[in-house]
């Protein structure tokens, strides 16, 4: 093998992608939440390598000249061999010393077709004019230029150019054919292979985009997406105890679930915490989110605030205490109910407790048993007081 096939960045470009494809390996038997970048930079590496190799290397590589001249001026040796033995058993094989070449052969015997044959290929069939016209046609200079045409007497030299040629083309780098030909395909074996490459580096992100979604310390930028997607690669958890060292404060986090094209209803004891969220979170009213955050009072009865989160129209804020175990009362009521019908909602529906008062925990049984298939979820603060009686 010519290893002149490939430049050095070609070689390298195989190398990632392979490195790529290893790195990829690796995630599947030990996920890490950097690994399918990593993977995704060195196929996106590989993909810039491989074309610069095929732009700047593949293209300048041609068959040497002189070795098809060499091969054609074998293949008229052993012709005129072959013609002079097929002979060989017709003619007298007696040379003199002052004989030149072929002067051996008796061509007496020769008809018309084979005489003028043999003196083509000996070289004494060229007639006299033909020679005398070449070298008249050597001898013969005839000025061209523009300074001859008008009668000038001086000739103004032209800008030279011969270094600019240079510059501009490239020098080929000559090979034999079988050479060349497996540059050529390896070169695209290694296109195809680096395209490809990214084609999985692109799925390879969405599926563990996909895997990670519903993991509170390793899901990133949320998009909105079905949750049966989310559900069928990592499901939610059905309660979830915010750590004390959370990633997102209370109202990044309703902001991060609305960005996921999810509802919820917020649970609260503090009425100060009512306005901060409403200004935060005013962005996402806007399209492509289009948020629609009513706030619980007297007027809004909990059958309103249920259906309308579970089927998408709006999420809500409640800042009375009393009214939290109220509605959260009437929630666990109704999961009861479709949990026989085994209904989900289209989206993921948060219930976030943020009370003072902690929920007890036949509370947290009963939302357990009743929500595993409805796609509610009971996102709890912890807070360091007595259990409510709920």
């Known amino acids: 093998m010519n290893w002149q096939a490939f430049s050095t960045i070609g070689y390298?470009?195989?190398?990632?992608?392979?490195?790529?494809?290893?790195?990829?390996?690796?995630?599947?038997?030990?996920?890490h939440r950097f690994l399918p970048y990593i993977g995704f930079a060195l196929a996106l590496a590989a993909l810039i390598g491989a074309r610069h190799n095929s732009t700047n290397h593949v293209s300048l590589v041609q068959v040497d000249p002189s070795i098809q001249l060499a091969k054609m001026a074998d293949a008229q040796r052993e012709k005129e061999q072959a013609m002079i033995e097929s002979r060989t058993d017709q003619v007298d094989n007696i040379q003199f010393a002052e004989d030149s070449r072929g002067e051996n052969l008796d061509t007496a015997g020769m008809d018309e077709v084979d005489l003028k044959y043999m003196k083509a290929i000996i070289g004494e069939d060229e007639p006299a004019w033909k020679s005398n016209?070449?070298?008249?046609?050597?001898?013969?200079?005839?000025?061209?230029?523009?300074?001859?045409?008008?009668?000038?007497?001086?000739?103004?030299?032209?800008?030279?150019?011969?270094?600019?040629?240079?510059e501009q083309a490239?020098?080929?780098?000559?090979?034999?054919?079988?050479?060349?030909v497996l540059s050529q395909k390896l070169d695209l074996w290694?296109?195809?292979?680096?395209?490809?490459?990214?084609?999985?580096?692109?799925?390879?992100?969405?599926?563990?985009?996909?895997?990670?979604?519903?993991?509170?310390?390793?899901?990133?930028?949320?998009?909105?997406?079905?949750?049966?997607?989310?559900?069928?690669?990592?499901?939610?958890?059905?309660?979830?105890?915010?750590?004390?060292?959370?990633?997102?404060?209370?109202?990044?986090?309703?902001?991060?679930?609305?960005?996921?094209?999810?509802?919820?209803?917020?649970?609260?004891?503090r009425q100060d915490k009512t306005e901060d969220i409403r200004s935060s979170l005013a962005i996402l009213k806007r399209w492509p989110y289009r948020l629609d955050?009513?706030?619980?009072?007297?007027?809004?009865?909990?059958e309103l605030v249920m259906e309308s989160a579970w089927y998408g129209r709006a999420s809500f804020i409640c800042d009375d205490s009393e009214r939290a175990l109220s509605l959260l009362g009437y929630c666990l009521s109704q999961l009861k109910h479709r949990r026989i019908t085994r209904a989900r909602a289209p989206q993921y529906v948060h219930l976030v407790w943020d009370c003072a008062e902690e929920l007890s925990d036949q509370a947290f049984e009963a939302f357990k048993e009743r929500a595993s298939h409805s796609r509610m979820s009971l996102y709890i603060i912890p807070k360091k007081t007595k259990p409510s009686e709920l």
Request: charge should be negative; hydrophobic fraction near 45%.
């Open 190 to 269: 290694n296109l195809n292979f680096t395209f490809y490459l990214m084609i999985l580096a692109a799925v390879v992100l969405m599926l563990d985009y996909l895997r990670r979604a519903n993991i509170y310390q390793e899901a990133v930028r949320p998009v909105p997406l079905p949750s049966s997607w989310l559900q069928a690669f990592t499901p939610l958890p059905v309660i979830f105890n915010q750590p004390d060292k959370a990633r997102r404060d209370i109202t990044s986090q309703l902001a991060w679930f609305t960005r996921r094209g999810d509802q919820w209803i917020y649970f609260t004891d």
């Open 12 to 31: 390298l470009s195989i190398a990632l992608g392979v490195g790529a494809l290893a790195v990829w390996l690796l995630h599947w038997f030990r996920p």
């Open 133 to 166: 016209k070449k070298q008249r046609g050597e001898n013969t200079e005839q000025d061209d230029s523009l300074e001859s045409k008008i009668g000038a007497k001086t000739k103004t030299e032209g800008a030279d150019i011969t270094a600019l040629q240079q």
């Open 293 to 302: 955050l009513i706030e619980v009072d007297e007027r809004i009865t909990n």
């Open 170 to 180: 490239p020098e080929p780098i000559l090979m034999d054919e079988a050479s060349v």
